[in-house]
């Protein structure tokens, strides 16, 4: 056994020595991987290694690479990822190994057609090898959770509550998952709006076909067309025909996660699906898709569609709304999320059976839970590592628990928007309130930066490069993650 540690074997392909052996070295450092990494340098030595070396879990690879003879192939990674990729193996059970692209060189053709073989991200030279190991590690649990069913962090969660804002929300659900209409679930980050959508689709006549998910600010702005609507056939050189997101979810629910960040330009698209059922991929000519569209956001829509940031008519045709309140307007539905997360949790100490003293419960329903469900969630996943009794106490809590204010504002930074406002430069206010949202999103996310850049919509390399330009530092005994 190896005490909880996550194991893989590891291909990187990047004709830079030095770049292989940097990522190598940083996966040894990392306390709870064990890795064993193979390199190749070219095309050719990366099928060999493939086809005469154990299966690999992850693929690193560049996309641009001199070939054998010593020329530049600008499709070498893809004639890479082609071959792994399309490699049957002789065990039905054993999983495809999970493709990363890591290069200096990218486009919308590439993307395309690195979408169309399944690649699973995109890390940019020169490498935030911080942002690598936090990629590394979110690959390996997916794969574990997948294969391990029981795991206690891969449960299926549960809408909690007694209080009747959450009592009317569930009502609400239970009226609209039995009709066929169209959703859009308005809450703020952390409110538990994916839960909802899974209940919807749950619940309706549709829950016996798929239901697919699609996190609108996570997916790069030149490759959301393809990865909703499909690609045709020689579109890209490596693509023949690859379905789209709409087309997986045909008779069942497509759960559209953070609609408000779809661009403009794709919004008649979508509008076009809710009112005709017909999308139209790249390359491709339209086609019918019985869908349900259930969509979520944590922005204001009207005050969007008021500023010319989103389509009016797409709007109104969500009309069917269901608004999650934040955690601070249910302080009594507190108590039993605690315990809830505590049982969730607690399963990892076989050591010693764990409770939550009545004034823990106390100061939890005081504190303003900017992060909603999901920074309560953290708050007794970290108490429940750190207690050393039986029974959890204020002093198991996390340091930057109930300290947002102090997480978010520096001496130096401003103390309120309202100063914010007062600022006469466009450029300066905006620099101050992207340092002031910053902070705010990791500290809801304990300044884990994998996290929060998915949060917020950005690439973690981006979000790197903010922190260091805002010169935004974590607070006092919290180091980023």
Same mark, same amino acid.
């Not at 029974?391 to 001496?411: A, G, K, V, Y």
């Not at 406002?421 to 620099?431: G, H, M, N, R, S």
């Given at each position: 056994?190896?005490?909880? @540690?996550?194991?893989?074997?590891?291909?990187?392909?990047?004709?830079?020595?030095?770049?292989?052996?940097?990522?190598?070295?940083?996966?040894?450092?990392?306390?709870?991987?064990?890795?064993?990494?193979?390199?190749?340098?070219?095309?050719?030595?990366?099928?060999?290694?493939?086809?005469?070396?154990?299966?690999? #879990?992850? &693929?690193?690879?560049?996309?641009?690479?001199?070939?054998?003879?010593?020329?530049?192939?600008?499709?070498?990674?893809?004639?890479?990822?082609?071959?792994?990729?399309?490699?049957?193996?002789?065990?039905?059970?054993?999983?495809?190994?999970?493709?990363?692209?890591?290069?200096?060189?990218?486009?919308?053709?590439?993307? &395309?057609?690195?979408?169309?073989?399944?690649?699973?991200?995109?890390?940019? @030279?020169?490498?935030?090898?911080?942002?690598?190991?936090?990629?590394?590690?979110?690959?390996?649990?997916?794969?574990?959770?997948?294969?391990?069913?029981?795991?206690?962090?891969?449960?299926?969660?549960?809408?909690?509550? @007694?209080?009747?804002?959450?009592? #009317?929300?569930?009502?609400?659900?239970? $009226?609209?998952?039995?009709?066929?209409?169209?959703?859009?679930?308005?809450?703020?980050?952390?409110?538990?709006?994916?839960?909802?959508? %899974?209940?919807?689709?749950?619940?309706?006549?549709?829950?016996?076909?798929?239901?697919?998910?699609?996190?609108?600010?996570?997916?790069?702005?030149?490759?959301?067309?393809?990865?909703?609507?499909?690609?045709?056939? $020689?579109?890209?050189?490596?693509?023949?025909?690859?379905?789209?997101?709409?087309?997986?979810?045909?008779?069942?629910?497509?759960?559209?996660?953070?609609?408000?960040?779809?661009?403009?330009?794709?919004?008649?698209?979508?509008? $076009?699906?809710?009112?005709?059922?017909?999308?139209?991929?790249?390359?491709?000519?339209?086609?019918?898709?019985?869908?349900?569209?259930?969509?979520?956001?944590?922005?204001?829509?009207?005050?969007?569609?008021?500023?010319?940031?989103?389509?009016?008519?797409?709007?109104?045709?969500?009309?069917?709304?269901?608004?999650?309140?934040?955690? $601070? #307007?249910?302080?009594?539905?507190?108590?039993?999320?605690?315990?809830?997360?505590?049982?969730?949790?607690?399963?990892?100490?076989?050591?010693?059976?764990?409770?939550?003293?009545?004034?823990?419960?106390?100061?939890?329903?005081?504190?303003?839970?900017?992060?909603?469900?999901?920074?309560?969630?953290?708050?007794?996943?970290?108490?429940?590592?750190?207690?050393?009794?039986?029974?959890?106490?204020?002093?198991?809590?996390?340091?930057?628990?109930?300290?947002?204010?102090?997480?978010?504002?520096?001496?130096?930074?401003?103390?309120?928007?309202?100063?914010?406002?007062? %600022? #006469?430069?466009?450029?300066?206010?905006?620099?101050?309130?992207?340092?002031?949202?910053?902070?705010?999103?990791?500290?809801?996310?304990?300044?884990?930066?994998?996290?929060?850049?998915?949060?917020?919509?950005?690439?973690?390399?981006? &979000?790197?490069?903010?922190?260091?330009?805002?010169?935004?530092?974590?607070?006092?005994?919290?180091?980023?993650?």
């Amino acid at each position: 056994m190896n005490s909880g @540690k996550l194991t893989a074997r590891i291909l990187i392909v990047d004709d830079e020595v030095t770049t292989c052996q940097y990522i190598d070295r940083h996966l040894q450092m990392e306390e709870n991987l064990i890795t064993t990494c193979d390199f190749a340098h070219n095309v050719e030595e990366a099928i060999d290694k493939i086809d005469t070396d154990s299966p690999y #879990d992850i &693929l690193f690879v560049d996309l641009w690479m001199p070939s054998i003879n010593g020329h530049l192939d600008q499709e070498a990674g893809i004639k890479v990822l082609k071959y792994a990729l399309s490699q049957k193996s002789s065990h039905p059970k054993e999983e495809r190994p999970v493709a990363v692209i890591i290069t200096a060189n990218s486009s919308i053709q590439t993307a &395309l057609e690195t979408s169309g073989l399944g690649v699973y991200d995109y890390i940019s @030279k020169p490498i935030d090898f911080s942002s690598l190991m936090e990629l590394t590690q979110k690959i390996l649990l997916e794969r574990q959770q997948k294969n391990n069913p029981e795991n206690p962090t891969s449960e299926t969660r549960k809408i909690i509550g @007694k209080s009747r804002l959450m009592i #009317d929300v569930v009502k609400k659900v239970g $009226r609209i998952a039995h009709s066929d209409s169209d959703v859009l679930i308005y809450g703020e980050t952390g409110t538990g709006k994916d839960l909802i959508a %899974q209940a919807i689709h749950k619940y309706s006549p549709r829950s016996n076909g798929p239901f697919i998910v699609v996190n609108c600010s996570a997916i790069p702005s030149e490759m959301i067309e393809s990865e909703l609507f499909g690609i045709g056939k $020689r579109v890209a050189t490596s693509v023949d025909h690859r379905k789209g997101k709409f087309e997986q979810a045909h008779g069942g629910s497509i759960f559209l996660d953070e609609i408000g960040d779809l661009s403009l330009d794709l919004q008649p698209k979508l509008l $076009r699906v809710l009112d005709y059922k017909e999308i139209q991929g790249v390359g491709q000519t339209p086609r019918r898709v019985d869908v349900r569209v259930i969509a979520a956001t944590n922005r204001n829509l009207s005050h969007a569609v008021s500023q010319k940031q989103f389509r009016s008519d797409l709007f109104y045709r969500l009309s069917f709304m269901i608004e999650l309140p934040p955690l $601070r #307007d249910r302080k009594s539905d507190i108590p039993l999320l605690a315990q809830y997360f505590l049982g969730i949790y607690s399963r990892k100490r076989a050591d010693v059976t764990l409770s939550l003293s009545s004034e823990l419960i106390d100061r939890l329903q005081t504190s303003s839970w900017v992060g909603n469900v999901r920074e309560l969630e953290k708050v007794i996943e970290y108490a429940t590592v750190t207690c050393q009794g039986n029974c959890i106490t204020e002093n198991d809590l996390p340091p930057w628990f109930d300290n947002h204010t102090s997480s978010l504002i520096d001496s130096d930074d401003l103390n309120s928007l309202t100063d914010i406002l007062q %600022q #006469d430069k466009i450029q300066e206010a905006t620099e101050s309130f992207e340092r002031f949202f910053l902070r705010q999103k990791l500290a809801e996310n304990n300044w884990n930066i994998l996290a929060t850049a998915e949060q917020v919509g950005i690439r973690r390399q981006s &979000l790197h490069r903010k922190i260091n330009r805002l010169r935004i530092t974590p607070p006092k005994g919290v180091t980023e993650k």
